[in-house]
C-alpha cells in the first residue's frame, strides 16, 4: 500500500507553518520566499474579482504589507482566537458590501497553506494531515473546548485533507528538542505564543526517538490561555491607549465621585480579533454619545479619531513593537529603559512614554499565571523538578517570563528551541510516525 501524501501543520495564533517528508526526514517548506514561517494573516480587499477560491485576499507578510500601505479593506488576525468562540459561524463585513463566515476565513488560509505545500512537492495532493493543537482552546471549558477542535476538523476537512490527527503543541516541542537529548531525561517544554501558554513533561532520549507509542512519555500537560496578545493588550492599556482615555475619570459630579470613562471600548480595541467590531455604525454612534463621560475633551476626540480612521490595528501593532524594544525579546539589542509611543496618526505630534518598569509592571498578573501553570504542570506530573526546561514559541523572547518559569528549577539545563519553527519541525516527526508507514 503506498504511502498517503502527509503534512504536519503548525497553525499558530500569530505564525504558522508546514513540514513535509523530505528523505527520512521532515522539512519545513519555505511559505513566502524563503520564509519557513508566515504570519497568520489574512488581507480581505475591497475591491476586486472573486476567483474560484473566493473573495480577493493575501495572506502573510503580503497582507499585513496591504494594511500597512492602506489599501481599503479588513485585515484579519489571530483566527485562531476564533475556535471555541460564538463567532465562528457568524458573518463579517470585509468592506466593498461583502462578508465572509469567520469559519471561511479560517479554512482560506489553511488552504493556502496547503496550496504552497503542494507546490513545494510538484502539486502532488495532500491528503493527510497532523494539525497541532493547544493544551486547551479554551480554559476550564472542556465542551468549548472539544468544540474548537472539531471546528479545526471541520475547517481542514474543508479545504480536501482526508485524515486527520492532532497533537499537542508542547510534545511535538518535545519530539523537536529529543533530537539533541544525549541521554534519557524528564524535560518541561515551555511552547508561549500568541495565544495560549502550553506546558508539558515529557520523557525523551536517544533510545525513546523511533518508539511509535509515546504516551507512556507524556508525564504531565497544561496549558492557561494568555501569551503574546494578551502582554500585548496590557502594554496597550498601560500606555497608549491612555492617550484614549483608558483609566481617566470622567468630570466632576454633584451626586457623587467622578465615574471612569467607558473602558470596554478601550478593552475591545486592545483586543486582537475585537478591534473590528469597534468600527461597526452602532458603536461609533454610540461612543460619539457619550463626549459627556470624558473629562478631557481631547481624550474623547482621540477616541473618535481611532474608530472613524480604523486606526485600532495600528495602535495594536504599536503595542507590540512597544512590549518588544521594552523587553528586548527580538533578541538582537537590549531592552529599552523608555519607549516612546508615536500617535501621530491618531493627533499631529502625540507621544506617549513608557519606562520599562510600567511595562513590567502590566505584565505582572500575566507573567505570574503562566509561571504558576508550569508549576501546575510538574505537579499534574507527579515531579518535583525536571532534567531540561525547553523554550519554543514567539514569546519565550521575554526575559523576565523565562526567568520566572526557570527560578523553580536552578538545576535544570536552559534549551531555546527555535521560537517559531520547533513546534512545526516536532509534528512533522509526529505525522511521519503516524503517517508515514
Known sequence: MATPSFCAIDFG??????????????????????????PTAVYYYAEGAHDADGPPRAFGR????????????????????????????????????????????????????????????????????VLGRPVYFVDEDPARDAQAQAALEVCARAVGFEELSFQFEPIAAAFDYERQARCEQTVLVADIGGGTSDFSVVRVGPQRLRLADRRADILGHHGIHIAGTDFDRRVALAGPMRALGHGSLGP?????????????????????????????????????????????????????????????????????????????????????????????????????????????????????????????????????????????????????????????FPQAQRVQGDPLASVAQGLGIHARRVFGG
Not at 29 to 34: D, F
Not at 313 to 334: M, N, V, Y
Request: net charge negative; glycine share 10%.
Open 13 to 38: 495564533t500569530s505564525n504558522s507553518a508546514v513540514a513535509l517528508p523530505q528523505g527520512d526526514a521532515m522539512a519545513l517548506v519555505p511559505l513566502e520566499g524563503a520564509a519557513r514561517t508566515m
Open 62 to 129: 503580503a497582507a499585513l504589507a496591504a494594511y500597512v500601505d492602506g489599501h481599503d479593506g479588513r485585515l484579519m488576525r489571530s483566527m485562531k482566537s476564533i475556535l471555541g468562540s460564538d463567532l465562528l459561524d457568524r458573518h463579517t463585513d470585509v468592506g466593498g458590501g461583502r462578508s465572509v463566515k469567520y469559519a471561511d476565513v479560517v479554512s482560506g488560509y489553511l488552504k493556502r497553506l496547503k496550496r504552497v505545500a503542494e507546490g513545494a512537492q510538484g502539486g502532488r495532493a495532500l491528503t493527510h494531515a
Open 252 to 408: 466632576a459630579r454633584a451626586d457623587g465621585p467622578a465615574r471612569e470613562v467607558p473602558s470596554g471600548i478601550t478593552f475591545d480595541l486592545a483586543t486582537w480579533h475585537l478591534i473590528n467590531t469597534c468600527y461597526t455604525p452602532a458603536v461609533v454612534a454610540e461612543m460619539r454619545l457619550r463626549k459627556a463621560d470624558y473629562a478631557d475633551p481631547a481624550e474623547h476626540r482621540r477616541l473618535m479619531t481611532v474608530l472613524e480612521d480604523h486606526l485600532g490595528h495600528h495602535l495594536a501593532d504599536l503595542a507590540e513593537q512597544g512590549k518588544i524594544d521594552l523587553s528586548g525579546s527580538d533578541g538582537r539589542r537590549a531592552a529599552e529603559d523608555q519607549h516612546d509611543f508615536d500617535l501621530g496618526l491618531i493627533e499631529t505630534g502625540l507621544h506617549w512614554p513608557m519606562q520599562r518598569g510600567e511595562a513590567q509592571a502590566a505584565l505582572a498578573e500575566d507573567v505570574a499565571a503562566i509561571a504558576g501553570a508550569a508549576q501546575e504542570t510538574l505537579r499534574r506530573a507527579g515531579l518535583a523538578s525536571v532534567d531540561a526546561l525547553y523554550f519554543t514559541g514567539g514569546s519565550t523572547g521575554l526575559t523576565h517570563l523565562v526567568e520566572a518559569i526557570a527560578a523553580p
